[in-house]
């Protein structure tokens, strides 16, 4: 064993000069480009959040919006002053969620003759199919306009499920399409406040209501997924939106106009992220958005890890892969400004989505745990300090009530960093499970039910995960390495690194629910 280690020892030796310290130098330099270009995106969004707000760029005062009048004078027109509005629900196997969110649809305020509810069930389990079946008829009977549609397939998942959907002779009559996943439950009034600024604004496409949690105070889990989303809507959102009528679609509690739809290609399955891609082939035909933050919709975030690791797949995977596909296309197009064409190629898409997942990956968790082995490299501490606070100060500024779960968050995004890096990469070289989708569980019961049981799994294969031990296994050595021969001062970091990548490593993140 000792001679080992000291074969091991002369190789290191003679690798390091020559080989591991101009790697190393290398590797930080990359990492420390992309951390300015991540620090000056987020200093840029800050900026023009606090001019929005100083300036009151507010939808209302942006875009023309009044209320919808009755025609009562008018027995004959009726209510045809009411565009005619589609409701799409597209659901698979959400034994939990179906009733509320098919509830909360036909629970809009909306004359019953100007909307459709349309139920699209891919389930594969016949009872939930029946039940979901059942429940469409129970609201058929109080005349409510419940369309209940089924395919023998479940190609294009819930891009195919929307794109059958739309297919319908009933849909042709529709100049509006609502769209809630299973999960959401809008407010009555959700209609009355959105549509407005279709009706009212010819050029606006979309109109996006924000995400409101129900459960995000479920666990630590859930409390760090709310303030990643909060930044997502009250500053990403926010600012596309006021400066360039521009934002991804959410997938959900949104309103299209329909035309527009259709003129941008209609509903796609080649990514995963099927919304992102309508919403930039819609901008590219110079349609506009409006982001409703005012506006909020209930919704369930993941409560088990298994789940969140499946959703952060796809979403980091997903726009990295239609990247991948679109930019020539936004290049070549001629229908957009150049200003619009940077900030979709170069913020929007280079530094959100592949950027940020894949220099917080690298830097903190492999490329600085590294340098306490080879002295020779140093980061420098605006690097390593002053940016990353300065960074998560921009972040944490959206949910004050979260601020003393900082060092959590930063944890736990660091943890979660390696899959959106490694969805990142299959995504860019497009390998591997770059069009798996994994419907994201849904345990229903968050609006003031009971919760899910915290029992643990029985089978621990679903719960061990080898990539986050690995990593955390490195990490411990670098910690370990540096309190005992470093000098860089990074011990307790890494430490606590460490210990948050076995955590979950281990699966102790999350609600757990019996194994099924």
Not at 347 to 363: D, E, G, N, P, Q
Request: glycine share 6%; hydrophobic share 45%; with cysteine.
């Amino acid at each position: 064993m000792e001679r080992l280690g000291g074969q091991i020892g002369v190789v290191w030796e003679q690798a390091r000069a020559p080989l591991v310290v101009p790697l190393l130098k290398m590797a930080v330099g990359v990492c420390l480009v992309m951390s300015v270009m991540l620090f000056l995106e987020r200093v840029y969004m800050g900026v023009v959040i606090v001019l929005v707000k100083l300036l009151r760029r507010r939808p209302e005062r942006m875009f023309k919006w009044e209320p919808i009048k009755d025609d009562t004078d008018d027995v004959e027109a009726g209510n045809s002053s009411y565009p005619m509005v589609l409701v799409q629900i597209p659901m698979y196997n959400e034994k939990e969620v179906y009733q509320l969110s098919i509830g909360a649809a036909c629970g809009l305020s909306w004359p019953a003759d100007r909307i459709i509810i349309q139920v699209l069930d891919d389930s594969t389990d016949p009872i939930i199919k029946d039940m979901v079946e059942v429940e469409c008829k129970r609201w058929q009977s109080k005349g409510i306009k419940v369309k209940y549609e089924i395919r023998d397939n479940r190609n294009g998942y819930k891009a195919g499920a929307l794109r059958e959907g739309m297919k319908h002779s009933y849909v042709k009559q529709c100049d509006y399409v609502a769209i809630f996943d299973a999960d959401f439950q809008p407010d009555s009034n959700f209609l009355l406040r959105s549509v407005p600024f279709l009706t009212h604004n010819p050029q606006i496409a979309l109109a996006q209501a924000r995400w409101k949690f129900v459960n995000s105070d479920e666990c630590l889990m859930t409390r760090m997924q709310e303030m990643s989303l909060d930044y997502h809507f009250t500053v990403e959102q926010e600012v596309g939106s006021a400066t360039y009528s521009f934002f991804g679609f959410n997938g959900t509690a949104g309103v299209w106009r329909i035309s527009a739809l259709n003129e941008a290609g209609g509903w796609k399955d080649r990514t995963t992220v099927e919304d992102m891609d309508l919403a930039v082939r819609a901008s590219l035909k110079g349609w506009k958005f409006v982001y409703l933050g005012d506006l909020k919709v209930k919704s369930e975030l993941p409560s088990t890890f298994k789940a969140y690791r499946y959703q952060q797949h796809r979403w980091s995977c997903g726009p990295a892969n239609l990247f991948r596909k679109m930019a020539a296309e936004i290049i070549r197009n001629k229908k957009v400004s150049l200003w619009k064409k940077v900030y979709v190629i170069y913020s929007f898409f280079f530094v959100r989505k592949v950027i940020a997942h894949i220099v917080t990956f690298m830097l903190y968790c492999i490329v600085l745990p590294a340098t306490v082995f080879v002295p020779e490299v140093q980061v420098p501490k605006w690097g390593s300090v002053y940016i990353p606070c300065a960074i998560t100060i921009l972040n944490a500024v959206s949910t004050p009530r979260s601020w003393h779960l900082v060092v959590f968050w930063i944890l736990f995004e660091n943890v979660m960093s390696l899959h959106r890096t490694k969805a990142t990469l299959t995504g860019l070289l497009e390998t591997g499970r770059v069009n798996e989708w994994v419907v994201t569980q849904k345990l229903g019961a968050r609006t003031g039910g009971a919760k899910a049981p915290k029992k643990p799994r029985i089978n621990m294969g679903e719960r061990v995960h080898a990539p986050e031990l690995a990593v955390g296994g490195y990490l411990l050595l670098c910690a370990g390495y540096d309190a005992a021969f470093g000098s860089n001062g990074y011990s307790i970091y890494l430490f606590l690194q460490a210990v948050a990548f076995l955590v979950a490593g281990f699966g102790y993140v999350g609600t757990f629910v019996p194994a099924s």
